[in-house]
């Protein structure tokens, strides 16, 4: 059986529009604290910019339960298929 965060990342893949890069951030952020939790790793450096802001937006999450993260990913995905 699917979950609703499973399933929303399955439909993340087919949205009606392409989010805007803030957008996508917050999406990345959210799907990787639920699915992860708290960012690993050192902060990417030197020019790979999209690298650090991946990076930062999860970052800015820490300490979010992986279940609220989770929960946050489905609305977001759910606001985003209805355009």
């Known amino acids: ?36 939790g708290d960012v690993t790793g050192e902060q990417p450096g030197g020019f790979d910019f999209v690298g650090a802001a991946k990076y930062n937006a999860w970052a800015d999450l820490k300490g979010q339960s992986q279940e609220e993260a989770q929960a946050a990913y489905v609305a977001l995905v759910e606001k985003l298929k209805q355009g």
Do not use: C, I, W
């Open 1 to 36: 059986m699917t979950t609703p965060f499973e399933q929303a990342r399955a439909d993340s893949q087919h949205l009606p529009s392409k989010p805007d890069n803030t957008t996508l951030l917050r999406l990345y952020a959210f799907y990787k604290q639920g699915s992860v």
